[in-house]
């Protein structure tokens, strides 16, 4: 059996060069056992098969054990690089910054914003907490804009009508992975001197007139939780922007504004404010692990066909419910538009329908037929009301808003499934609207 690979000194965040004695970065090692305690979390099962493979990898793992070493880093190091380096080749983008989450990406735009108490934040109705998280929590405004009772994504028109001198951020949604109308979004942001920051949470691969949605608004930001069309291992969101200023300062803001180029007397780096747009800020740590990195980079690889997978599921959907005249056809995009269709959207005629998507999904339910409305109302949330938002009164400028999500439209999911789990949820639909025209 070979003698174990000696292991080199590691920089601990910085280059220390060789020395007689290391600094290891990583404190504890992972060891053969540990591996085997993922393996069996990642490839999970029962029974005597199963315990008889998981035994032979053992096996096999324990003997690579003797002739391997452990990575010298876990954090920030080169397999996050080649993820950064991965987004940029896949959005066209330079300086793509990886993070822990979608969330944090907004946190570190909104700050380069300089947003402050009483500034106002334009964000759709319709859309996940985070989107607001931030702006809420500093004192900013939330102003809601209503939405598109096609697209379910914020409206321009109620945005340019809600714009004050105020207005200091405007939040875009892509909804589903369909693309936002995000050209008089950007005139109005312009026109009035807006940061916009794209929620792309949905988004990643998505395009709208040719351009990759997330890079067309100063920010963008993704989401690679679990329940996106690609992860990292669970969690990890991509920020990329616009403002090529900035592009330096986005990967310090990552992790606490740490400046290794320069020292502080007597110490190995210096820590500095980052800019913003109209002073500096502080920025606090966000910083990803190199299992992330690798995870990202396995799955960005396979973006294209994942999507593709996508599209066809949405579009087998749409032939089938094509001949219900209570169906608003989901739309599949075209001429430079590209859905990512991480979710499949069924709108609803209640009048032709006999009935409004309340009664669908109560039916639904009743077949075995998965379908959530993304996402509630973000004004009817008790912590708008903790903060002195009136719900009522909010819902009474989103008018829309209201109509769409209590009587007209919910989700479904579109991968995964089996031809058989397609064509039962297609009937399903079918028969529940069947069986409200008929008023069963």
């Known amino acids: 059996m070979e003698n174990k690979i000696e292991k080199k000194a590691s920089d601990f965040r910085y280059n220390t060069g060789e020395t007689k004695v290391p600094w290891a970065a990583v404190g504890e090692n992972y060891n053969a056992q540990d591996l085997m305690a993922i393996i069996r979390f990642m490839m999970q099962g029962t029974g005597s098969a199963y315990e008889s493979a998981v035994k032979a990898v053992e096996e096999k793992v324990l003997e690579l054990d003797q002739i391997s070493q452990p990575p010298a880093k876990l954090s920030l190091d080169r397999q996050v690089a080649k993820a950064e380096d991965m987004c940029d080749a896949y959005l066209n983008t330079s300086g793509s910054t990886f993070l822990t989450n979608c969330t944090a990406g907004f946190e570190i735009a909104c700050k380069y914003a300089n947003l402050q108490p009483g500034d106002e934040v ?38 340019a009508r809600k714009i004050t001198d105020k207005t200091k951020m405007i939040i875009p949604v892509h909804i589903g992975g369909y693309p936002v109308d995000m050209d008089p979004i950007m005139e109005l942001a312009k026109k009035h001197d807006i940061i916009v920051l794209e929620d792309a949470a949905h988004g990643f691969g998505g395009e709208y007139k040719g351009r990759k949605l997330g890079t067309i608004g100063h920010f963008g930001a993704f989401s690679f939780h679990e329940v996106k069309n690609i992860t990292s291992f669970g969690e990890g969101g991509i920020l990329c922007s616009n403002i ?3 592009l330096p300062e986005m990967r310090r803001a990552r992790f606490l504004g740490t400046d290794f180029s320069r020292q502080i007397k007597d110490w190995l780096y210096d820590v500095t404010a980052i800019k913003g747009k109209n002073g500096p800020f502080v920025a606090t740590n966000f910083s990803t692990t190199e299992i992330q990195g690798l995870g990202l980079q396995l799955q960005i690889a396979r973006n294209d066909r994942i999507m593709q997978a ?13 001949g219900c005249d209570a169906i608003i056809p989901q739309d599949l995009g075209g001429n430079g538009t590209k859905p990512t269709f991480h ?21 639904l339910a009743q077949k075995g037929v998965t379908e959530i409305a993304h996402f509630g109302p973000l004004y009817r949330f008790q912590v708008l009301k903790e903060y002195g938002y009136d719900e009522d009164a909010i ?16 989700h479904f999911p579109v991968y995964g499934l089996t031809q058989e789990q397609l064509d039962y949820m297609a009937d399903a639909i079918l028969e529940s609207i069947d069986e409200m025209k008929k008023g069963i």
Request: proline share 7%; aromatic share 10%; hydrophobic share 45%.
């Open 395 to 410: 819902a009474a400028t989103c008018p829309v808003t209201e109509d769409v999500f209590y009587h007209r439209f919910t």
């Open 310 to 322: 996508r599209y066809d599921a949405a579009a087998y959907l749409n032939s089938r419910l094509a």
């Open 244 to 246: 090529q200023e900035f």
């Open 122 to 159: 334009i964000v759709p109705a319709i859309t996940f907490a985070a989107t607001m998280a931030y702006p809420l929590s500093i004192g900013c405004k939330l102003v809601f804009a209503d939405v598109d009772p096609k697209t379910i994504n914020m409206d321009p028109a109620d945005v």
């Open 343 to 363: 979710l499949y959207k069924l709108v609803l005629d209640p009048e032709k329908a006999g009935g409004d998507v309340q009664v669908l999904k109560k039916k």
